[in-house]
């Protein structure tokens, strides 16, 4: 599969999958880990959604505490999207272990759900897809980690997936510091913090100043939380994935193709086609003659996703199954839009696809002021 252009999830090499189980290694010994963490006593993660490696190192002025920090760029998973790539960083394992492959998947039913707000066309999906039982691994390892995220996430379908169970919830960005610092007191020796600002204003507005003004707001809140370590304790940052600006660059899928499609799954960048019964090769060839030939996009069957080890090994039937046919992996800064599909056409940043703009995330490091 040639996939130029794109960048493949570095497993064992520096990836976030890895990220939460090297921290909890008595020996830190990854040398993709920045050299701070080595000895730290006590470890705050925070987790920026949508602080892409590149967009942080074009704006050095816009965010001084982050670009000031030791460190550099490790890769996201595939899809480098939030549902997948969250889920990776807190149980700490592949997409292929951990089962959740997509933004939006196929269930059982012929269903897709849409995995952020565990829902499918049929309303709120939580007794229909228990997400204990749909991803039933503990977060951490098992290890009882404290979460400093938004009030609002407890009891989400997402979160109960996460396998999150100490949520100490926040109202407004500047309780993240406080929290933590509350934390820390209590000799908490691992904290996991997430903060979502910056990826939602770059969906709304795309880059431009208000993306800049909520990166520099991001960057108090790193310095707001360096400010309350005690002496031995370390913070690590690092994102889910990074963006691109599509703006109204999008595709809508051919009305040809979609007549061989039964349903389709994932997100604009990275969309997965459902054959309808008999027709998984010609939708693969006029996938390619449409978007494949003219390098939109790469064409892909899902063995060849799976071959290609961007799950980070192989999947399970059941696992299998929650993929489509045939993979629309965008190469340009373009968006594929299934016209059913009208929620998520307003976007003005994306990501999903495995562009270094998108696959490649900082993972940074420093101790007390």
Known sequence: MEASGLIAPAFEQGCIAEVVPALLSDERAAVWL?????????????VLDGVGWNQLRARPLVAPTLTAMTGGPITSVAPT????????IVLGMAPADHGIVGYRMRVPGDRVLNVLRWRTAGGDARESVP????QPLAAFGGRPTPVVTKAEFRNTGFTTALGIDRLHGWHAPSSIAVEVDRLLAAGE?????????????????GFGAHYDAELSAADRIVA????VLPSGAVLVVTADHGQVEVGDDVVVLDEGLLADTAMVSGEGRFM???ARKGCAESLRARAQDLYGDSDVALVATRQ???EAGWF?????????ARLGDVALVARKTIAFVDPSDTGSQALRCRHGSLTPDEMLVPLLAVGSA
Not at 81 to 88: D, I, M, P, Q
Not at 189 to 205: L, N, Q, R, S, T
């Open 131 to 134: 997400p204990s039982v749909f």
């Open 304 to 306: 060849d996703v799976i």
């Open 34 to 46: 920045p050299e701070p963490v080595r000895t730290a006593e006590q470890i705050v993660l925070l």
């Open 312 to 320: 980070g090994g192989p999947l399970t039937p059941l696992i299998e």
């Open 272 to 274: 997965w086609l459902h």
């Open 189 to 205: 020796d691992f904290i996991y913090a997430y903060y979502d600002g910056v990826d939602k204003i770059a969906h709304a507005h």
């Open 81 to 88: 999207t939030t549902a997948t790539a969250l889920c990776s």
């Open 224 to 227: 707001d939380v360096r400010a």
